[in-house]
Each structure stands twice: as C-alpha cells, then as structure tokens.
C-alpha cells in the first residue's frame, strides 16, 4: 500500500474534523444569537453539525460512483455511535438518560433505522424514498422546536455558557460556517479517494472500508464531543448527542445522498441481510438498557465495547475468509447474544418493579 494514500487519508480526515469543528461551532452561535433555545441548539445544531462528516462523505462517495462506501458510513457510524461512542462514555462514569431520550427520541431512531430496513428490501434506497427520508427530517426537527417553545414557556431557560459569552459579530460566525462547509467538502474528496485506494490494495470491499474506517473516522466529532460531555459531568449531552446524531445520520444523510445520487443508493446483499440488521439491533437494544434506572451503567458500556469488537471481528474474518468463521457465529448465535438477552430482560424487569432503586445500578 502507498505511504502517500496513508497520508492523504489522515489529512482527509483532519481537515474533515477541522471542518465540522467550525461548522459546529459558527452554527451553534448563529441559532443562540436569532433566540433558539439551547436544547433545539444540540439536539438540531450540533447533531446535524457532527453529522455533517458523514454527508460529505456519502454524497461525494455516491456521486463518484461508490455506492457501498456512501451506505457503510451511513450505517457503520450508526453502529460506532451506539456501541463504540456510547460504550466508551458509559465506561468513564455511567450516563445519566433524560425521559425525553427514552420516549421520544430512541423510539424515532429505532422507527428510522426500520423504515431504512424496509426501504432497502427492494435492493436499493431510491430517490423517492431520499424525499421520504429529508421529510421525515424536516417533521422530527419542528416537533423539537414546537416542544422546547412549550418547555420555555413553562420555565424559564437557565443560562448557558455559551450564551453568557460576549457575542460574535454575524460575518465572523457566518465566516466559520462558510469556512467549515469548504473544508468538510475538501477532506471527504481526499478520504473517499484514498478508502477507495486502500480497498484495492488490501482486497477489501468498499463496504468494509466504509463500515469501518470511515465510520469511525466521520464519528470522531460524536465521540470526542460525547467523552468531553461526560468528563465534564454533562452525561445527558453525551447520551443524546450520539442519539441526535443517529437520527440525523439516517433522515438527513442517507435521504440528501439518495437524492443527489443519479440513481439512488444500491444496497448488497451482505448489507441488507447483515450490516443493516445490525443497526436495527443496536437501536432497539437502546431501549431496554436507556429504560434501566435511565442510566447507561458502566458494565452496560462495556457490554457495548464487547460487542462492537465481536461486530468488528465478524467483517474482517468474513471478508477475508477466515477459518474461525463459523465457530464465531456459533459462539455468538447461541450464547453470548442469547445471554444478553436474559440479562438485559432481568435488569429491566428489576427497574420496572423497584423504579426508586433503579438510578443506583451500577454508579460506583
């Protein structure tokens, strides 16, 4: 492999960061200073902002012709958030989960990581179903507004850092977000280059390279803003930073690449009946460990790690024809995922039955 191609795609992948960094940070000023309330700010802004990666990266991927790379950031960066982004932070100090979390905004991901589920059966994600997707965007984001009007008015917002800072002249932060966008399209023209190189040279599918590398390169942005929430004590932030962005990642991303792509996203088959599945299994399973104590606990973190290693494992062995294949499916199909499955349904049933006792599992 090319030592330059190496180099290309870490620079791709800084000026990526550098970019969302800016765009993140010029936006999040302008929505403060026309009145937004801090919560629409980062459930819409900075959601959308550290999602901004993975659109540069899937709409530059699908226009040059790499459908399986565009698709695999989508739903590898599902899956990075989830069990690699979540389970770091919940490894550091147990997440506390807002209720709004659990009954709103899970229950949305979980809905659009199916409608995807659905969409792709026929082999492809189409143009119609890119509008479908952007609506369903467009619905979700004023339900936010509509609600945190409501929640204004019935208590005053306490102040924020960023809102006690000394304002931004408008041009300045219009000067970032402008800044931002350019780099964020610079960086995904280098990476998606260099992903597509490093795939031929290694014997790797497009689809590997994209559920893996890219998607942990793009959801740097939701794990270093996840982790600096949580060691500043803001646990909520980290929890629904990584939601928010899910969300984002499926109606915003996936709709907006579908759109512009001349005929739609294709979607293999090792996607549709594996890959995709799996960001289905990764949202809902949300929902029983978010429901326990509304915390994600430390050894809940962990079980997360565990599994995007065994997720992680499973696409390399399986690309490359590794001999321990089968026995791994074995191991997993028929206990570690089944045992999983009683342990999550008793730790549920015990918060369900003892609500007071729940917020104390695990928080040593």
């Known amino acids: 492999m090319n030592a330059s191609v190496v180099f290309w795609l870490l620079l791709g992948l800084v000026t990526l960061i550098g970019g969302a960094e800016l765009l993140v940070r010029g936006a999040s000023r302008i929505a403060l200073a026309t009145g937004m309330s801090s919560l629409v700010v980062g459930l819409t802004v900075v959601a959308l902002g550290t999602s901004s990666p993975e659109l540069a990266i899937s709409v530059g991927a699908a226009l040059k012709g790499s459908p399986d790379i565009a698709l695999g950031n989508v739903v590898g960066s599902n899956i990075v958030n989830v069990l690699l982004v979540l389970g770091l932070s919940a490894l550091i100090v147990p997440l506390v989960v807002a209720r709004q979390l659990i009954w709103l905004d899970v229950p949305v991901l979980v809905a659009a990581s199916a409608i995807t589920w659905f969409m792709a059966t026929d082999g492809g994600i189409s143009r119609?179903?890119?509008?479908?997707?952007?609506?369903?965007?467009?619905?979700?984001?004023?339900?936010?507004?509509?609600?945190?009007?409501?929640?204004?008015?019935?208590?005053?917002?306490?102040?924020?850092?960023?809102?006690?800072?000394?304002?931004?002249?408008?041009?300045?932060?219009?000067?970032?977000?402008?800044?931002?966008?350019?780099?964020?399209?610079?960086?995904?023209?280098?990476?998606?280059?260099?992903?597509?190189?490093?795939?031929?040279?290694?014997?790797?599918?497009?689809?590997?390279?994209?559920?893996?590398?890219?998607?942990?390169?793009?959801?740097?942005?939701?794990?270093?803003?996840?982790?600096?929430?949580?060691?500043?004590?803001?646990?909520?932030?980290?929890?629904?930073?990584?939601?928010?962005?899910?969300?984002?990642?499926?109606?915003?991303?996936?709709?907006?690449?579908?759109?512009?792509?001349?005929?739609?996203?294709?979607?293999?088959?090792?996607?549709?009946?594996?890959?995709?599945?799996?960001?289905?299994?990764?949202?809902?399973?949300?929902?029983?460990?978010?429901?326990?104590?509304?915390?994600?606990?430390?050894?809940?973190?962990?079980?997360?790690?565990?599994?995007?290693?065994?997720?992680?494992?499973?696409?390399?062995?399986?690309?490359?024809?590794?001999?321990?294949?089968?026995?791994?499916?074995?191991?997993?199909?028929?206990?570690?995922?089944?045992?999983?499955?009683?342990t999550l349904a008793v730790v549920v049933s015990r918060a369900w039955r003892n609500p007071h006792n729940a917020r104390i599992l695990d928080e040593s």
Request: net charge negative.
């Open 128 to 342: 119609g179903n890119g509008i479908v997707l952007l609506a369903a965007s467009i619905g979700y984001t004023l339900m936010l507004v509509l609600m945190s009007r409501r929640e204004a008015r019935n208590a005053p917002e306490p102040a924020t850092e960023a809102a006690a800072a000394p304002a931004q002249p408008l041009w300045k932060n219009l000067l970032l977000l402008v800044a931002g966008l350019a780099l964020l399209v610079l960086g995904a023209r280098w990476l998606v280059d260099s992903a597509v190189d490093i795939a031929a040279s290694l014997g790797v599918s497009e689809l590997v390279i994209g559920l893996t590398v890219i998607a942990i390169g793009t959801s740097l942005p939701e794990i270093a803003t996840s982790i600096l929430a949580t060691l500043r004590g803001e646990r909520d932030i980290a929890a629904g930073n990584v939601i928010g962005s899910g969300i984002y990642n499926l109606l915003v991303v996936l709709g907006a690449t579908a759109l512009v792509a001349p005929d739609g996203i294709p979607v293999s088959r090792s996607a549709l009946h594996f890959d995709i599945p799996v960001m289905v299994a990764t949202a809902v399973a949300c929902l029983p460990i978010f429901f326990s104590g509304h915390l994600i606990a430390r050894w809940e973190g962990a079980l997360f790690l565990g599994y995007y290693a065994a997720y992680t494992a499973y696409l390399l062995m399986d690309n490359t024809g590794h001999a321990a294949l089968d026995e791994f499916n074995h191991v997993m199909l028929w206990f570690v995922i089944p045992l999983t499955v009683v």
